[in-house]
C-alpha cells in the first residue's frame, strides 16, 4: 500500500531509544553514503504523481549538471565532455523510459524502479567484452545516484553543518555521528535501522533528546520539512499530524516536563529505602562535559566512563597528556566522588576512522575493547599511563571491558605496574592506589567470576552486552529489538550468579548496563544484591526516587519469586501485579 504522507496523519511505530517528546520538521540525512530503503507499492490513483516525482527529480539532475558545467573552468572543459554525457544519459531510454515503464507495470515506487533498472543495466554492461562499455556501467550508477538524492532529498549531511532547529530522519545514525549532534539545532532524530542497547541510542540519552529507532521506513515515507512528532517515550512518531494530534501530543509533552521536573526536584536527596538503606546511584557518560549534568541530576558519581568518544571523532590517537586533561577535568568537578574510567572499548558498533579501523565480518565478536588495547599495547600504555596520573587528583577506579578470560586480566594488571614504574621513573606526579574492576558482560565472565574475583576489586554488570552475547541479540538490530530484554529469566539467573559470588567473596558488584537505568528494574536489583547502579544521567533522578519508595525486605522476596520463574511473560506479571500501581502512580510519562 502506498503511503501518502502529504495529506494524511501517517502514524510509525519504532523502538523507544531516549525519552522525551518533541515536534518540528523533518530534515534527511544519508550520512557515508547509507543506502536509504525506499521500496514500496503505490496504488493506481498514485501512480502519475510518482511519475511526476521521478521526472521532477531528473529534471533538478540534469540543472545540477548543468550549473557544474557552465561553472567548470575553461582548462578543465575536456573533462566536463563527461558530464555532457551524462546529461544525455538522464533522459535515455534505457534509464529513464525503462524506470518509468516499470513503475507502470508493477506499481512500484520511483526509487525501487530506478534501482532495479540500474541494477539490470549495470549486469548488461559488466558483461561486455570492450572495456569502454564497462566503462559506462560506472556511468550509470552515478547518474542514478544523483536522481536517487533528488528523490529522496537526502544528500549527505555534515551533522555538525546544520543550521536549522529540525528532527534528524535518517537511515542510521553511528555513535560518531550522533555525537556530532548540536543540541541548539537538532531537536531530537529517528532512524530506520537500530535498537534500544545500540550506542547511538546511549548517546542520544545522554544528549537528552528525544529518539526513536528501528521505523525500518521513516526515510521512505518522510519528505524534508514534513512536520513530524517524535514520541520517544512511547516509540512512536507521526508524520503531518492533524490539529488534534498536535494539541494531544502538546499536552503529552507538558506532561512529560512536569512529571520530569516533579522527580527531578528530589533529585539530590539520597536514595535510602523505607527501611534506611542507602544506595549510590552513579552516571554515565561518554564525553567529559556530560559530567556537569550528572552532578545537576543528583549522581553520586561516574559508575562509568565511556572513553572510547575521545579516539571515535578525531583522525589520530589522542596523546597521553590530551587524556590526561580530560580524565582530570571528570575528577575535578567530581571531587571525592568515584570516578570509574572504563579503558577504551572501540571497535564492535564503534569503530574508528582514518585507517585505524579493523575490517571485520563480524565486529561485535571480533577485536573489541581489551582484546584490541591487548594487541596495541603502545595505544593501551598511553592510556593506562594517562588514568594513573589522573588517580593523584582524585578517587578514580578503573573498569576493564569485555573480559572473557583470566589472562586478560593478568596482562592487563601487568601493563598498569608496568605504566606505575615507567612513570615513578620518570618522576611524574600519579597514583596507584585505584581499585580495579572488570566488565561482566561476557557469558565467560559469570562462569568464571568466582576465579576472577581475588584479582579484583570490583564487578560492573553490563547488561547490555551481556544479553547481546548471551541471548545471541544484535543490539543494534531492530528485527531482533523486541528480543532485548533484561527480564529474560537467563540474565536474572546470571546476574544472581554473580551477586552470590560477590557476597561469597567480599567483591563489590556494581551494574552500568541499562537495565539499570529503569525504576521498574530497581525492585529486582535491590533484591538481587546489587551495591551500586549506573545510568545516563537523565535516569537518575527516577532510579533514586524509586529506591525511595521501596523497602529491600520486601525486595528480596519479589526477586525470590521472579527467580522461580522461567519466562519474560511471567516476570513482567509479578512485576506488574508487585509494582505496577507505583510505577504508574509516579513514572507514567518518563518512562
Ligand atoms: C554494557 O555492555 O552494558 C555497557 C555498559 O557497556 P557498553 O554499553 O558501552 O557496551
Ligand atoms: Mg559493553
Known amino acids: 500500500m502506498a503511503v501518502n504522507s502529504d495529506t494524511h496523519e501517517v502514524r510509525l511505530n519504532g523502538i523507544s531509544s531516549s525519552p522525551g517528546i518533541c515536534i518540528g520538521k523533518a530534515y534527511l540525512v544519508d550520512t557515508h553514503g547509507v543506502e536509504v530503503l525506499n521500496t514500496y507499492y503505490i496504488l493506481d ?15 533538478k539532475a540534469k540543472n545540477e549538471l548543468r550549473d557544474i558545467i557552465k561553472d567548470t573552468p575553461e582548462e578543465l572543459r575536456q573533462q566536463s565532455s563527461i558530464l555532457e554525457s551524462h546529461v544525455v544519459l538522464l533522459e535515455d531510454k534505457l534509464l529513464y523510459g525503462k524506470t518509468l515503464e516499470m ?10 524502479a530506478l534501482k532495479r533498472v540500474v541494477t539490470d543495466l549495470k549486469a548488461v554492461f559488466n558483461e561486455m567484452e570492450d572495456e569502454y562499455f564497462r566503462e559506462r556501467a560506472n556511468d550509470i550508477v552515478q547518474v542514478s545516484e544523483r536522481i536517487w538524492n533528488n528523490l529522496v532529498g537526502a544528500a549527505p549531511v555534515d551533522i555538525s553543518e546544520i543550521r536549522k532547529r529540525v528532527i534528524l530522519v535518517a537511515n542510521d ?35 537528552e533528546i528525544p529518539a526513536v529507532q528501528g521505523l525500518n521506513r521513516a526515510t521512505s515515507v518522510i519528505k524534508n520539512d514534513d512536520l513530524i512528532v517524535v514520541d520517544g517515550v512511547a516509540g512512536l512518531v507521526i508524520i503531518n499530524p492533524t490539529e488534534e494530534t498536535l494539541v494531544e501530543f502538546e499536552v503529552r509533552k507538558e506532561l512529560y516536563e512536569v512529571q520530569k521536573a516533579q522527580i527531578g526536584r528530589q533529585s539530590h536527596l539520597d536514595a535510602t529505602t523505607t527501611d534506611g538503606v542507602t544506595f549510590h546511584v552513579m552516571g554515565n557518560i561518554e564525553l567529559p562535559e556530560e559530567v556537569v549534568s550528572v552532578l545537576g541530576y543528583g549522581g553520586d558519581g561516574i559508575g562509568l566512563y565511556r572513553t572510547e568518544f575521545q579516539y571515535l571523532s578525531r583522525p589520530d590517537f589522542p596523546t597521553e597528556n590530551e587524556l590526561f586533561e580530560k580524565y582530570k577535568d571528570v575528577i575535578d568537578v567530581m571531587g571525592d566522588r568515584p570516578v570509574t574510567i572504563r579503558t577504551l572499548d572501540v571497535n564492535g558498533d564503534k569503530a574508528m576512522g582514518n585507517g585505524r579501523a579493523v575490517n571485520e565480518e563480524n565486529p561485535a565478536l571480533g577485536l573489541r575493547a581489551i582484546r584490541y588495547c591487548l594487541q596495541k599495547p603502545d595505544v593501551f600504555m598511553t592510556q593506562l599511563r594517562a588514568i594513573l596520573r589522573a588517580a593523584a587528583h582524585g578517587k578514580v577506579r578503573i573498569l576493564i571491558p ?39 558482560e561476557v557469558p565467560a565472565a559469570v562462569m568464571l567470576a568466582e576465579s576472577m574475583a581475588p584479582e579484583v576489586d570490583f564487578f560492573s554488570i553490563g547488561t547490555n552486552d551481556l544479553i547481546q552475547y548471551s541471548l545471541a541479540i544484535d543490539r543494534g538490530n531492530r528485527e531482533v529489538a523486541h528480543m532485548f530484554n533484561p527480564l529474560h529469566p537467563a540474565i536474572i539467573k546470571m546476574v544472581k550468579q554473580v551477586a552470590d559470588v560477590s557476597k561469597q567473596t567480599g567483591t563489590k558488584l556494581y551494574m552500568c548496563g541499562e537495565m539499570a537505568a529503569d525504576p521498574a528494574n530497581v525492585p529486582l536489583l535491590l533484591g538481587l544484591g546489587i551495591d551500586e547502579l549506573s545510568m545516563n544521567s537523565q535516569a537518575i533522578p527516577a532510579v533514586k526516587s524509586m529506591i525511595r519508595l521501596l523497602d529491600t525486605k520486601a525486595s528480596h522476596k519479589f526477586t525470590q519469586k521472579v527467580l522461580a520463574l522461567n519466562t519474560i511473560d511471567e516476570i513482567l506479571d509479578l512485576c506488574q501485579e508487585s509494582y505496577g500501581d507505583l510505577l504508574e502512580e509516579h513514572f507514567s510519562v518518563v518512562r
Open 45 to 59: 490513483s498514485d501512480l502519475k504523481q510518482e511519475k511526476n516525482r521521478f521526472k521532477t527529480a531528473v529534471k
Open 173 to 207: 545514525l553511528s555513535p560518531a555521528d550522533t555525537s556530532q549532534i548540536q543540541l541548539e539545532r537538532v531537536m531530537g532524530f529517528i532512524t530506520d535501522r537500530g535498537g534500544r542497547a545500540s550506542h547511538t541510542s546511549i548517546i542520544a540519552r545522554s544528549l
Open 402 to 440: 569485555m573480559i572473557s578470560g583470566m589472562e586478560e586480566i593478568t596482562k592487563t594488571k601487568n601493563m598498569l605496574q608496568a605504566a606505575a614504574a615507567e612513570l615513578k621513573k620518570e618522576k611524574k606526579t600519579y597514583s596507584s592506589d585505584i581499585e580495579i574492576g572488570i566488565m561482566i
Open 103 to 112: 513503475m507502470e507495470a508493477e506499481l512500484i515506487n520511483a526509487e525501487w
